[in-house]
């Protein structure tokens, strides 16, 4: 299949879950699966279909770096056990959404670049929106309940390091740093969550991206 035609499926997959509620679509993957973009394609794609989006991704929930890096800055245990803050993603917005809940919510909470909290207003959903969110480690034990869907982006861990080398220099600086941060602290994280969790057995649809112009739906 082409990209653009697994984007239709997967519209048309998220389509067939909408209730009158507040939908949540989880995307899920390891570093440099493709997340963002999907998750961007999707909403694009929902949105020229008339449908309300909420846009958002873990990467606006990290805790501080001082609590991230608290067991060494090439941690493995600290990538997967303290990056993120689930408490401050559940109830700024995976709790509101909820059919019983309030429907105010906050996109973000913690900028990792600047490391301050961020800005975002408080805003009201309505039953229309859907949110589409993605990140790692998402459906870890803490927040499985709360997706309403979940696709899994599935790559190799070389061509997860290959695109980070072209991807990531901004932040790290150099490809030997890349090299050194993802073989030392990001894949073997990666590892830990893939064997405590197995969170492709528990997505609605995996999607293999190797192929990033050409991916494939392999599970449904």
Not at 3 to 29: A, C
Not at 89 to 112: C, K, M, V, Y
Not at 158 to 167: C, D
Request: glycine residues 6%; contains cysteine; neutral net charge.
């Amino acid at each position: 299949m082409t990209r653009q035609q697994v984007i239709h499926e997967l519209t048309k997959r998220i389509l067939s879950f909408k209730r009158d509620v507040p939908l949540r679509v989880g995307i899920d993957g390891i570093d440099a699966a493709g997340k963002t973009s999907l998750a961007n394609e999707l909403a694009d794609e929902l949105k020229n279909l008339g449908h309300p989006v909420l846009r958002a991704s873990i990467d606006g929930f990290h805790k501080p770096k001082e609590i991230r890096r608290q067991r060494g800055s090439l941690s493995p245990e600290g990538y997967y056990y303290d990056s993120f803050n689930y408490n401050l993603l559940t109830t700024h917005l995976l709790q509101p959404l909820e059919p019983q809940g309030n429907r105010r919510i906050r996109l973000s909470a913690f900028d990792f670049k600047t490391e301050q909290e961020t800005a975002s207003e408080e805003q009201t959903a309505t039953n229309d929106h859907i949110l589409i969110f993605e990140g790692v480690f998402l459906f870890r034990p803490e927040l499985i309940r709360y997706w309403d869907v979940k696709f899994f982006v599935e790559i190799g861990f070389e061509t997860s390091l290959n695109r980070a080398l072209e991807r990531d220099q901004y932040l790290f600086g150099s490809k030997g740093e890349i090299e050194k941060r993802y073989n030392e602290r990001c894949i073997p994280g990666q590892k830990i969550y893939l064997e405590a969790v197995h969170p492709q057995q528990k997505a609605d649809i995996v999607i293999d991206n190797n192929n990033f112009m050409n991916p494939a739906i392999i599970s449904n």
